[in-house]
Nanobody, 118 residues
Framework: QVQLAESGGGLVPAGGSLRLSCATSGSIFSINVMAWYRQAPGKQRELVARIYSGGTTYYVDSVKGRFTISRDNPKNTVYLQMTSLKPEDTAVYYC????????????WGQGTQVTVSS
């Protein structure tokens, strides 16, 4: 069974930094596409960043230049380094994974809260 566990969320002032981690088990991590999503109160869940098995990355425009997604295949872990945080980054952040041939995320973590104070 595939399991994902996020950690690293918390409360930070605007301009601060956080690093989220997502440890996975039960899947062939090295070939899977990994992604971070977020959901703010009253809003739909949105894709924040994605990383493919070869290291290619994608970012939503609102986080480009501030967030960095990375993966450590031997540790089956994906990270999201967040800098220059803004109050509008406040949300529950979710880690997800899918196999290369799938279109949508197949598995999700439980989420970790990130709160940025102004």
């Amino acid at each position: 069974q595939v399991q994902l566990a996020e950690s690293g969320g918390g409360l930070v002032p605007a301009g601060g930094s956080l690093r989220l981690s997502c440890a996975t088990s039960g899947s062939i991590f090295s070939i899977n596409v990994m992604a971070w999503y977020r959901q703010a109160p009253g809003k739909q869940r949105e894709l924040v960043a994605r990383i493919y098995s070869g290291g290619t990355t994608y970012y939503v425009d609102s986080v480009k230049g501030r967030f960095t997604i990375s993966r450590d295949n031997p540790k089956n872990t994906v990270y999201l380094q967040m800098t220059s945080l803004k109050p509008e980054d406040t949300a529950v952040y979710y880690c997800s994974t899918r196999r290369p041939g799938s279109v949508d995320p197949e598995y999700w973590g439980q989420g970790t809260q990130v709160t940025v104070s102004s």
